[in-house]
């Protein structure tokens, strides 16, 4: 038989969007003689649909989309993502489910038993979880069809008490579907092919894997589908970050025409930027917008910005806004100016000057007898927040955040001021990283000026501040950062590693005491393990290492 | 025997704090003769810790609190709600769990078998679910031991397979105990009485429950401990909103001296005050400030903010600034300072035209030949925005958010701007209740300047400005919005209602793209089964409704 494998990129909620993208893939791949078309987790819906899954509307349109959908199946079998209504009156209301279309008729449903509630993700807020399994049967093979984290339980500390394979493997099985939405990190793609090929190795079978790519908000999705022989040897690998389609020849035992192959292992700092250009692109597209605005300081962070923006969105859809102060040194615009020439990018120059003063004016009478200090600090960043977004609500072009993971982390931004944003670009991307991308993106000529990238960070809001007035040197914060923050280290496991115990004590408790600036920072683009947002859920008034 | 119940304010993560105030009421229960103390669900840690959970270090200092607790538990036996490792390699790390302590050395640990993961709840996150019962066996007596959610699942429709209860009870326990960490609204105490009641009488068997009281950022406990017979009576409620600790005596049967007694149903107005107040006042004192400020308006949104701030801390810790702009009226100002006269909190009077019109000037150039629209209204916004910032940065005093749920809920506020805050004081009280809560605070004399109620509601950033040009009156759009968020209801059943198709598409379109600045806001003191904020998650970029 032969297998057609759609690896898509879905928009939450948009059933004629998505419902119509299926439809098409499916006359292709009947057209390309395959036998059955794979989809991904929650294909007709996007993936994560969160609350909107609460409203009986969101099913009913998800089913009326299956229905439709069924239509189609003729000649040509379909594996389906979707929720479905639990019949049963005990447990939750709903199934993380995929239907097996075949003749145009739902032949069975197959629901997902493990259902992953860390991190980013919330299923059992929404799912009930399966407790009984069968193969689906199509063209006289038993087919092992599982839904993503239903394969991720091999370990010796398994997350849960029960594995959908051990039931399915006692039915014969001559090949594994799982059909995932298994969002990126750039450690997750190793990680993806190793937990898959211990399940084709472990049940000697032979397993094709169909990803979503694309981005959700914050939540960006890679691709990188998969197909393992039954020894557990990658066979087949598609692209990352960009839809594709493929048709494998499966001979009832074995994926034919395939040898082993190494999984292509791309660098980090390619992989990140390939995801957050996507996701910019993808923000943009599915909130239907198109331009973007950001404030361009002459430093490096919103340099990066700046450039991922113009690959994202094209350079005539950014508008760069240079905005100095009396504090602003005398290279930075020249910094900011040397980018836009670059990259060719609009901008705007709107020094803060005369509303900062009015500010202070105005506040002089309240403020009487009291030296300047992060207020003053403050009442600038926060008159640069109010210049974009002016430019965005008078042109319609969403600003973009320029915040990075470093500063996120220790609270070192203005809320209201450099926070603001409808997304945030780099809010995952530590400073090392942010250096380690612009020289990327300079790999083939100077985009980012070199002066942005070796001068030292400052945020220019006093005479003469660097970042290293109050912070150690970003190696050494982000190398404790990643300890806390990415593997949850706690303070006395991070010393141990040689750390200055004061240094350590001190930067944790700037992250916890950060909390509350955080919590209305826009949504971050997620490229590691543990991004700050959805899925790092701390409390605000807690008192722990505060 | 005697049983204490504590109804305790606990603060998350601050051990210190939770645990000498359970040793001091285990020493006071010993003094008055209790052979049992029982205290609510995660007390040694405050709840909800979050993912606090996910670090080695904060589940050792639970479990350290918990052994310098179980030493002062000599002549006294205690039941105490805490996070326990699971020592099984296979299912998630901890359980959510009390132990139950007698002479100082922990006898049994109850495990909680239902884990809510609605709304708030997160709790499948961390624990993994109980699948074994055994009641406590405490002076001859089988006691069945439950945590809060497993007495929650008596309905026609349960949410979980499977009840605790129905395995305890084939022990013959004589008595049931349910540790709590159940979170207030104005509609959940009659609930709780009555799902609590159902459990008594199904079983029947006496009821004691504790649940835990004062606030944790946004989510706040309102206490209400209770006791059942084993009819299902309720036979006596402890206090609401304030910490409480009774002693009951259990004769191996029946619960002494009590007589079957009604709810004492309070009025939502009146519970909605006390919750708020006590909501401002826990921030607070557990995020170590004392001190707030507002933007006063002279509406009745920020007037009755203030009211309940200067309840909550004292005028003398409540600064209101008044930030008049050429759009205000006449009598905004007046309104304000009646207000603050009523009310004797600290003032000032900040006009905001210098930087409004620097803003103007700044921009100028780039918006040249474009009229004043929706840009320029929110200049005035964020100016104001800027403005009680600085004071907040310049004195340490906390900004609170004045915006109200339904203007939250159809996006009719400003980012960075009215929508600024630590805390959303009102962000889950529809303008319809911000009336009712205003003629309450007023039911002994004028505190709400009159005017402030019955002008029209405008947000004065342009001439003649109304909320009536724009939105429909409030009382249908409450209506129509409690429909769609608290109840969930799709558009066709809120429409088959009879309210107008046109009206209902359109608001529940603006409700949802407005996702992208709710995101962004301060927590909002929850005071509904559904507020905006962690209990109501919704994708950003998706299409549905919008």
Same mark, same amino acid.
């Given at each position: 038989?032969?297998?057609?494998?759609?690896?898509?990129n879905?928009?939450?909620?948009?059933?004629? /969007?998505?419902?119509?993208?299926?439809?098409?893939?499916?006359?292709?791949?009947?057209?390309?003689?395959?036998?059955?078309?794979?989809?991904?987790?929650?294909?007709?819906?996007?993936?994560?649909?969160?609350?909107?899954?609460?409203?009986?509307?969101?099913?009913?349109?998800?089913?009326?989309?299956?229905?439709?959908?069924?239509?189609?199946?003729?000649?040509?079998?379909?594996i389906?993502?979707?929720?479905?209504?639990?019949?049963?009156?005990a447990?939750?209301?709903?199934?993380?489910?995929?239907?097996?279309i075949?003749?145009?008729?739902?032949?069975?449903?197959?629901?997902?038993?493990?259902?992953?509630?860390?991190?980013?993700?919330?299923?059992?807020?929404?799912?009930?979880?399966?407790?009984?399994?069968?193969?689906?049967?199509?063209?006289?093979?038993?087919?092992?069809?599982?839904?993503?984290?239903? &394969?991720?339980?091999?370990n010796?500390?398994?997350?849960?008490?029960?594995?959908?394979?051990?039931?399915?493997?006692?039915?014969?099985?001559k090949?594994?579907?799982?059909?995932?939405?298994?969002?990126?990190? /750039? &450690?997750h793609?190793?990680?993806?092919?190793?937990?898959?090929?211990?399940?084709?190795?472990?049940?000697?079978?032979?397993?094709?894997?169909?990803?979503?790519?694309?981005?959700?908000?914050?939540?960006?999705?890679?691709?990188?589908?998969?197909?393992?022989?039954?020894?557990?040897? &990658?066979?087949?690998?598609?692209? /990352?970050?960009?839809?594709?389609?493929?048709?494998?020849?499966?001979?009832?035992?074995?994926?034919?025409?395939?040898?082993?192959i190494s999984?292509?292992?791309?660098?980090?700092?390619?992989?990140?930027?390939?995801?957050?250009?996507?996701?910019?692109k993808?923000?943009?597209?599915?909130?239907?917008?198109?331009?973007?605005?950001?404030?361009?300081?002459?430093?490096?962070?919103?340099?990066?910005?700046?450039?991922?923006?113009?690959?994202?969105?094209?350079?005539?859809?950014?508008?760069?806004?240079?905005?100095?102060?009396?504090?602003?040194?005398?290279?930075?615009?020249?910094?900011?100016?040397?980018?836009?020439?670059?990259?060719?990018?609009?901008?705007?120059?709107?020094?803060?000057?005369?509303?900062?003063?009015?500010?202070?004016?105005m506040?002089?009478?309240?403020?009487?007898?009291?030296?300047?200090?992060?207020?003053?600090?403050?009442?600038?960043?926060?008159?640069?927040?109010?210049?974009?977004?002016?430019?965005?609500?008078?042109?319609?072009?969403?600003?973009?955040?320029?915040?990075?993971?470093?500063?996120?982390?220790?609270?070192?931004?203005?809320? /209201?001021?450099?926070?603001?944003?409808?997304?945030?670009?780099?809010?995952?991307?530590?400073?090392?990283?942010?250096?380690?991308l612009?020289?990327?993106?300079?790999k083939?000529?100077?985009?980012?000026?070199?002066?942005?990238?070796?001068?030292?960070?400052?945020?220019?809001?006093?005479?003469?501040?660097?970042?290293?007035?109050?912070?150690?040197?970003?190696?050494t914060?982000?190398?404790?950062?990643?300890?806390?923050?990415?593997?949850?280290?706690?303070?006395s496991?991070?010393?141990?590693?040689?750390?200055?115990?004061?240094?350590?004590?001190?930067i944790?408790?700037?992250?916890?005491?950060?909390?509350?600036?955080?919590?209305?920072?826009?949504?971050?683009?997620?490229?590691?393990?543990?991004?700050?947002?959805?899925?790092?859920?701390?409390?605000?008034?807690?008192?722990?290492?505060?």
């Amino acid at each position: 038989m032969n297998i057609a494998l759609a690896q898509l990129n879905y928009h939450i909620g948009n059933f004629e /969007y998505n419902t119509n993208k299926i439809i098409e893939h499916i006359k292709l791949a009947k057209a390309k003689g395959a036998d059955l078309i794979v989809f991904a987790e929650l294909a007709i819906c996007g993936y994560p649909p969160r609350d909107f899954l609460e409203f009986d509307e969101f099913i009913d349109l998800c089913e009326d989309a299956a229905n439709q959908i069924a239509g189609h199946c003729i000649g040509i079998a379909c594996i389906l993502g979707l929720p479905v209504k639990n019949k049963v009156l005990a447990g939750k209301d709903l199934y993380n489910a995929a239907y097996f279309i075949e003749d145009g008729v739902v032949k069975s449903v197959i629901k997902k038993a493990l259902l992953p509630n860390y991190d980013v993700f919330d299923e059992y807020r929404y799912f009930e979880p399966a407790r009984e399994f069968e193969c689906i049967d199509f063209m006289g093979v038993k087919i092992a069809v599982t839904i993503c984290e239903d &394969l991720w339980n091999i370990n010796n500390n398994p997350l849960y008490v029960s594995s959908p394979m051990e039931e399915l493997i006692k039915q014969q099985p001559k090949l594994m579907i799982n059909i995932a939405a298994s969002p990126f990190s /750039y &450690l997750h793609d190793e990680e993806r092919v190793l937990v898959l090929s211990d399940n084709a190795k472990q049940y000697a079978l032979p397993l094709l894997y169909v990803n979503q790519v694309g981005a959700q908000t914050e939540i960006i999705f890679d691709g990188g589908s998969l197909a393992f022989d039954n020894k557990g040897n &990658l066979i087949d690998e598609m692209p /990352y970050f960009k839809e594709a389609f493929r048709i494998y020849k499966f001979d009832g035992n074995i994926i034919e025409g395939y040898e082993p192959i190494s999984h292509q292992a791309v660098p980090d700092v390619e992989q990140i930027y390939e995801g957050l250009v996507l996701g910019i692109k993808d923000y943009f597209v599915k909130s239907g917008f198109s331009k973007a605005v950001l404030g361009l300081s002459g430093g490096i962070d919103s340099a990066l910005v700046c450039a991922l923006a113009c690959r994202a969105l094209g350079p005539e859809n950014v508008m760069a806004v240079l905005m100095p102060s009396k504090y602003s040194s005398d290279h930075s615009i020249q910094d900011a100016l040397d980018l836009v020439n670059n990259i060719g990018c609009m901008h705007e120059i709107i020094p803060i000057g005369d509303a900062a003063d009015a500010f202070d004016r105005m506040l002089a009478p309240a403020f009487e007898g009291l030296p300047f200090n992060l207020a003053e600090e403050n009442i600038q960043a926060r008159c640069r927040g109010v210049v974009v977004m002016a430019m965005s609500n008078k042109f319609g072009y969403i600003l973009l955040n320029t915040s990075n993971k470093s500063e996120c982390a220790v609270g070192y931004g203005t809320l /209201y001021g450099d926070m603001c944003g409808a997304i945030g670009v780099i809010g995952d991307v530590y400073k090392t990283q942010v250096y380690q991308l612009s020289q990327y993106i300079n790999k083939d000529g100077i985009v980012i000026p070199e002066n942005s990238i070796v001068k030292p960070p400052s945020a220019e809001l006093r005479p003469g501040q660097k970042d290293s007035d109050s912070l150690p040197d970003y190696d050494t914060l982000d190398k404790i950062l990643f300890q806390y923050i990415e593997l949850k280290q706690s303070s006395s496991a991070i010393i141990a590693q040689g750390y200055d115990e004061g240094l350590v004590r001190r930067i944790i408790k700037m992250v916890n005491n950060a909390e509350f600036k955080r919590y209305q920072t826009p949504p971050i683009l997620r490229v590691s393990p543990k991004a700050f947002g959805m899925g790092r859920r701390m409390p605000l008034v807690g008192k722990y290492l505060s």
